[in-house]
């Protein structure tokens, strides 16, 4: 995982094909999109996007610099914990 810049994320989807979502009316909790080159972005709004490669190997997350840190860390150690290691490389910048 490589922590990469602060970017807002806002509440609609990230450019791609929506390929999950949760969400009422276009306000979204979470979204992620499919795009064309292969790789996907999960977008938490007001929270971060990460931005998966196509290789699926490795993981963009550009945090929101309104996002709470305390939830931040909460939400990184669960959702590392959830991703099987050869699908997913670690790492940091």
Known sequence: MRWT???PAPGEAPPGRVVAALGNGGTYVY??????????????PSLWDFAVDESRTSVDC??????????FALLVSG???SLRPRWLKWRSM
């Open 5 to 7: 810049e602060w970017k």
């Open 62 to 71: 550009l945090l929101d610099p309104s996002a709470d840190s305390e939830l």
């Open 31 to 44: 979204v992620a999109t499919a795009d064309p080159g292969g790789g996907f972005t999960l977008r938490v």
């Open 79 to 81: 959702l590392r914990r």
